[in-house]
Nanobody, 124 residues
Framework: QVQLVESGGGLVQAGGSLRLSCVAS????????MGWFRKAQGKEREFVAAFGWSSGRTYSADSVKGRFTISRDNAKNTLYLQMNSLKSEDTAVYYC?????????????????WGQGTQVTVSS
């Protein structure tokens, strides 16, 4: 079992920055990928960014490339999402997720554990 707890969401003006954190506990970091997804009101959940735990490779959606950065701190069992140059269309609930076996980094169905989500609201 893995427990994931996100934090760091809030209200920010367009162009601003936020850093989301996801603290993992339990059987941690035995994942293939850990990732961030988001769900805006009235829209489907979408992939944002992922971290390959063994490879150290990172992946991000085209919509956030160059603005968002995913990283990890093994010592703190924490996954981060640094979000810069925020836009109103980034407004959503952001979820941290982890896999327990090899899957696609950008498919929500391949992730087993999910956090409760943290709201990010960007005002224009």
């Amino acid at each position: 079992q893995v427990q994931l707890v996100e934090s760091g969401g809030g209200l920010v003006q367009a162009g601003g920055s936020l850093r989301l954190s996801c603290v993992a506990s339990g059987r941690t970091f035995s994942s293939y990928y850990m990732g961030w997804f988001r769900k805006a009101q009235g829209k489907e959940r979408e992939f944002v960014a992922a971290f390959g735990w063994s490879s150290g490779r990172t992946y991000s959606a085209d919509s956030v490339k160059g603005r968002f950065t995913i990283s990890r701190d093994n010592a703190k069992n924490t996954l981060y999402l640094q979000m810069n140059s925020l836009k109103s269309e980034d407004t959503a609930v952001y979820y941290c997720a982890s896999q327990t076996r090899s899957g696609s980094y950008d498919l929500a169905r391949d992730y087993v554990y999910w956090g409760q989500g943290t709201q990010v609201t960007v005002s224009s």
